[in-house]
């Protein structure tokens, strides 16, 4: 893990990868970036290489 944590951006709809959170989306200054890292590493797209009860 790089330590980056993902947001969603309720405005634009696009998803950061940022070591920390921020108060507003860089790309369309809306406020309330909603952090989905948890949804993320749920997500078979990103944990392809680890199977369900390998950890
Ligand atoms: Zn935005």
Known sequence: M???RYFAC???ETVFA???A????PRC???G???ITDRLDGDV???RS??????
Do not use: M, Q
Not at 22 to 25: D, F, G, I, T
Not at 50 to 55: L, S
């Open 10 to 12: 309720a405005g634009c």
């Open 18 to 20: 940022l070591p920390e």
């Open 33 to 35: 970036l909603e952090e």
């Open 22 to 25: 921020e108060s507003r989306c």
């Open 2 to 4: 790089l330590g980056l």
């Open 45 to 47: 797209y990103f944990t």
């Open 50 to 55: 680890t199977a369900p009860g390998t950890r």
């Open 29 to 31: 200054d809306a406020a």
